[in-house]
């Protein structure tokens, strides 16, 4: 995919912030705008959804036996 180039102003503790954020995940600055973007349009919502979906699959059990005992159920008789 070609590349742009796309300059933009931001006050100095934005672009101190995005250093450290960048520097945090270990990419660059660069990289870190391009993900914030592509996640605000929605490329990385679809991944994390599925991984959400994922996880919820995965424990379902564990938060139905929790929710069936904070609601007054018996163990084992929550939701299936």
């Known amino acids: 995919m070609a590349k742009t180039q796309l300059n933009v102003r931001v006050d100095e503790g934005t672009a101190r912030a995005a250093r450290e954020r960048a ?14 973007v592509r996640q605000d349009t ?24 929790e929710f069936a005992e904070t609601r007054g159920t018996p163990p084992g008789e929550g939701r299936h």
Do not use: K
Request: aromatic content about 14%.
């Open 23 to 36: 520097l945090a995940r270990g990419m660059s600055v660069n990289r870190y705008i391009e993900e914030l």
């Open 42 to 65: 929605g490329e990385a919502g679809r991944t994390f959804m599925e991984a959400a979906a994922d996880f919820m699959q995965q424990y379902e059990s564990v938060f139905a036996e």
